[in-house]
């Protein structure tokens, strides 16, 4: 029986969006949002508030808009249990810009801390790379982040990492609300002012 | 029985899912997702032709919106091709183009609503149009094919110009109903 994971959510993402460059984040409904946020809330962070099952599909399309920038995606065992057949349209269209990363503490902890699939073994990086994504990796240890860091603004094919955490609650920290305002300020960081005139 | 009889498609001599391509083309349609529907066969060929359009089969209808979310996010234009069935997977997903107005056209062959054969096909279909309006889509259809572009080309239009999930329903009458040869 594997030891409970001890990596903190919070360190993992600062250490993941560490000097990010022009790095684009999706994250998912949460504390996935809360994270990135809580790492620096920017106009290229879309942290999303609803759409469960969403986050890596969002990533997908925003990834094939914008070939020529890395999108990354950070998001929750939960969520990413609602889309596994999003892995698999991943998987076929093969963005080579896109990093699906899975902060896995094996619970729902948004709503109470119940048991998601992955306490019972089930293998979200298998699934990924069953569904086309070779390098599907799981991460259980710090001394791991730092390549994964790398691979995200370097990869050649779509990257796909369970990051093992510590389930528990980090404090809040919560990124605007308004979905108009979130799309408008990511749109411009992305296009320029030209977003707003899009037709 | 004829294998084809089993899928409903728009006879040869009609060209409207040409009007559609065109159509596409001419609001700069980039990104094509779709769960395959037999009366949208000749159209997404027309899209796998265009090496200008990313076609991307979806395994859910619902991994198509969250995907034109991001599309848009990116500064792309994109549109969903999905039967009536589709539109309940979509249900909770409309929210995220709702709230991040983000311009989400559908174009949607209906199902369980002329002519129907298939009894599992009817409560989706009738109720296809309600899901839709209730999840804050505006709705517009398409029964006889001189109208279908314009209905199309109105309902791209509203999207992109205003910024929220828009439908297109392709009523089933010019699709044609399965018979499975009992007709």
């Known amino acids: 029986m594997p030891t409970d994971p001890t990596l903190d959510r919070r360190a993992v993402v600062r250490e993941l969006l560490r000097d990010r460059g022009d790095l684009l984040v999706v994250a998912g409904l949460g504390a996935s949002a809360w994270d990135i946020t809580a790492a620096g809330d920017c106009p290229a962070n879309l942290p999303l508030w609803g759409g469960m099952g969403g986050a890596a599909m969002l990533g997908l399309g925003l990834a094939l808009a914008q070939p020529k920038r890395r999108v990354l995606v950070i998001t929750g065992d939960g969520e990413m249990l609602m889309a596994l057949g999003a892995l698999a349209t991943i998987g076929v269209q093969k963005p080579v810009n896109l990093t699906v990363v899975v902060l896995d503490n094996e619970h729902y902890s948004e709503t109470g801390g119940q048991e998601t699939a992955t306490r019972h073994g089930v293998d979200l990086a298998a699934i990924a790379r069953g569904a086309g994504i070779p390098d599907s990796r799981i991460v259980r240890g710090a001394e791991d982040l730092p390549g994964l860091r790398s691979d995200i603004h370097r990869a050649a094919a779509p990257l796909f990492a369970v990051v093992k955490i510590a389930a528990g609650n980090a404090p809040l920290v919560l990124p605007p609300r308004e979905g108009a305002f979130l799309t408008a300020r990511f749109r411009e960081a992305v296009l320029g002012s030209a977003a707003h005139h899009q037709l | ?183």
């Not at chain 2, 398409?142 to 992109?160: I, N, Q, S, Y």
């Not at chain 2, 329903?169 to 399965?178: C, D, T, V, Y």
Request: glycine residues 10%.
């Open chain 2, 1 to 183: 029985m004829d294998r084809d009889a089993l899928e409903m498609r728009p006879d040869a001599a009609s060209d409207w899912p040409d009007r559609i391509y065109d159509t596409l083309k001419t609001h700069g349609i980039t990104q094509v997702a779709l769960v395959p529907d037999a009366g949208h066969a000749r159209l997404i060929r027309r899209c796998q032709a265009d090496s200008a359009m990313r076609v991307v089969t979806l395994t859910t209808e619902e991994e198509g919106v969250a995907m034109l979310v991001g599309a848009w996010l990116g500064g792309a234009k994109g549109v969903l091709l999905m039967q009536s069935s589709g539109v309940g997977n979509c249900t909770n997903m409309l929210s995220l183009a709702v709230l991040h107005r983000a311009p989400l056209p559908m174009l949607v062959t209906m199902r369980g609503d002329f002519g129907e054969f298939n009894p599992a096909q009817v409560p989706m279909g009738n109720a296809t149009q309600a899901v839709l309006e209730a999840m804050g889509t505006l709705v517009r259809r398409a029964d006889e094919a001189k109208d279908v572009a314009p209905v199309v080309d109105g309902t791209l239009r509203l999207a992109f110009n205003t910024y929220r999930p828009t439908a297109a329903l392709i009523g089933q009458r010019l699709i044609g109903a399965k018979t499975f040869g009992k007709d």
